[in-house]
């Protein structure tokens, strides 16, 4: 079985860098964007499960998350913040995402919320 891909969207470069060298170290493949436009136009890859901040200039995670459930297949979305507001509740609890972790990020809970996501659990 090849390598789980997954893409991770933050605009922050050190939290960006940090959730990669983390998903490398479990032995996932990654591709960073700095951003929700950068990473729609990259349409060569089928990501696993795609792992995003939610607050970031331009588009949001949770704007991403609606365009992701247009697409097929629709990969996974994994949102994290550290501003839980309405509508980032209410993007997991409506199944646009497939769970929301609180930052700062505990490489534990991510990483399971990665692996009940790309199990079809989130």
Same mark, same amino acid.
């Given at each position: 079985m090849s390598r789980r891909l997954i893409a991770v969207v933050d605009d922050?470069?050190?939290?960006? /860098? $940090?959730?990669?060298?983390?998903? #490398?170290?479990?032995?996932?493949?990654?591709? /960073?964007?700095?951003? $929700? &436009? &950068?990473?729609? #136009?990259? $349409?060569?890859?089928h990501f696993h499960c795609v792992v995003s901040d939610i607050q970031m200039p331009g588009m949001t995670g949770v704007d991403l998350a609606h365009r992701l459930a247009l697409r097929r297949p629709r990969p996974p979305v994994v949102l994290f913040t550290a501003y839980p507001d309405t509508l980032a509740l209410a993007a997991r609890d409506t199944g646009l995402a497939a769970a929301l972790v609180e930052k700062p990020l505990d490489g534990e809970t991510l990483l399971a919320a990665i692996e009940q996501a790309i199990a079809g659990r989130g």
């Amino acid at each position: 079985m090849s390598r789980r891909l997954i893409a991770v969207v933050d605009d922050d470069e050190l939290v960006r /860098a $940090a959730t990669v060298s983390l998903l #490398r170290s479990m032995d996932y493949e990654c591709r /960073a964007f700095p951003s $929700a &436009e &950068e990473f729609l #136009r990259d $349409a060569d890859h089928h990501f696993h499960c795609v792992v995003s901040d939610i607050q970031m200039p331009g588009m949001t995670g949770v704007d991403l998350a609606h365009r992701l459930a247009l697409r097929r297949p629709r990969p996974p979305v994994v949102l994290f913040t550290a501003y839980p507001d309405t509508l980032a509740l209410a993007a997991r609890d409506t199944g646009l995402a497939a769970a929301l972790v609180e930052k700062p990020l505990d490489g534990e809970t991510l990483l399971a919320a990665i692996e009940q996501a790309i199990a079809g659990r989130g």
